[in-house]
Nanobody
Framework: QVQIVESGGGSVQAGGSLRLSCPVS??????LGWFRHAPGKEREGVAT???????SYADSVKGRFTISKDNAGNILYLQMNDLKPEDTAMYYC????????????????????????WGRGTQVTVSS
């Protein structure tokens, strides 16, 4: 297992943007995604990307967030635009080595089995 380390979080005002990053070279041939967890709320799958580049998003972020990989497939990104206070949460990058296609935000929410890996998360705080 290679450690996953998320970065790019921070504090922004509503309407602002952030881009989260996560090195994933070892996992680039598997489904990758992001989930988030806010205090007092359930974990929520945010976005996923398959090895063929197909993406899937939670309804709450569609049109505002974009998941992508760099050209070499080594870094996973989550571009977050038009951020809202309800986007405030810890964001986690996930690699699921049990699948290469068919990822969905719902399938990237813990609890996950031993075929999934994620890091310690990066905090995103959006103020109104």
């Amino acid at each position: 297992q290679v450690q996953i380390v998320e970065s790019g979080g921070g504090s922004v005002q509503a309407g602002g943007s952030l881009r989260l990053s996560c090195p994933v070279s070892v996992y680039t041939t598997y489904c990758l995604g992001w989930f988030r967890h806010a205090p007092g709320k359930e974990r929520e799958g945010v976005a996923t990307i398959d090895t063929d580049g197909s993406t899937s998003y939670a309804d709450s972020v569609k049109g505002r967030f974009t998941i992508s990989k760099d050209n070499a497939g080594n870094i996973l990104y989550l571009q977050m635009n038009d951020l809202k206070p309800e986007d405030t949460a810890m964001y986690y990058c996930v690699a699921r080595i049990d699948k290469a296609y068919g990822g969905s935000p719902e399938s990237f929410v813990p609890p996950l089995d031993d075929s999934s890996y994620w890091g310690r998360g990066t905090q995103v705080t959006v103020s109104s």
